[in-house]
């Protein structure tokens, strides 16, 4: 899936809180470029700032390959920025916070949102903070992409690791 020709694009969306911005931060080698600002209200849990454009950052693979990471805003009436991240881009990487209120339906909202750039490359999805909320198994998402006709790798995952974030980088692109 790697062209050792071309660094990767990869871009990781999913709503607000679900850990884009920490997911990027823990393992991005050069200091991430944001585009944080407080938000006027408590948007999710503790969260006291939102991603308004994006966030930028660099990591290179085992054996020298570079990978651009571009992680989107989650809110909604941002979305015009999806298209202009994804474009030339090599695949998706989608978070779903376990602890939010309907995780399942906003993976239906996230797939159909980029569904056509996910028609022409690849998917790995991953699940945060379950250890705040353990009420949806991975079985309960991996039936919700069965009922789509969509197979695509589903992991637990905490963002503020950076072995768990490499684990989601590697299963899209190797
Ligand atoms: N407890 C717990 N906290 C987590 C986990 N993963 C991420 N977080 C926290 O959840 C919050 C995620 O915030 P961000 O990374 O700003 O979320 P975002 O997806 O960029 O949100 P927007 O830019 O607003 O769309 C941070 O406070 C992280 O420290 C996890 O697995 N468990
Ligand atoms: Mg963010």
């Known amino acids: 899936m790697i062209n050792p020709e071309k660094p990767s694009k990869i871009i990781f969306t999913g709503p607000v809180g679900a850990g884009k911005t920490t997911a990027i931060c823990s393992i991005s080698e050069n200091r991430v470029l944001h585009s944080e600002v407080k938000s ?13 454009a994006m966030d930028y950052g660099t990591l290179t693979l085992d054996g020298g390959h570079k990978v651009h990471l571009y992680g989107t805003p989650g809110q909604q009436r941002f979305e015009f920025m999806w298209p202009i991240l994804t474009k030339g881009g090599n695949g998706l990487i989608l978070f779903l916070d376990n602890a939010s209120p309907d995780p ?26 379950c250890d705040v909320s353990n009420r949806i198994k991975l ?17 637990k995952i905490d963002a503020r690791r950076a072995e768990d974030v490499k684990k989601l980088v590697h299963l899209l692109l190797l």
Do not use: C, W
């Open 139 to 155: 079985s309960d998402y991996k039936q919700v992409l069965a009922q789509r006709g969509q197979i695509f790798p589903v992991e």
């Open 40 to 52: 006027s209200r408590h948007i999710r849990h503790d969260k006291k700032t939102t991603t308004v």
């Open 104 to 129: 399942l339906n906003d993976m239906h909202t996230y797939l159909d949102a980029f569904a056509q750039f996910i028609q022409r490359t690849h998917v790995v999805i991953g699940i945060t903070r």
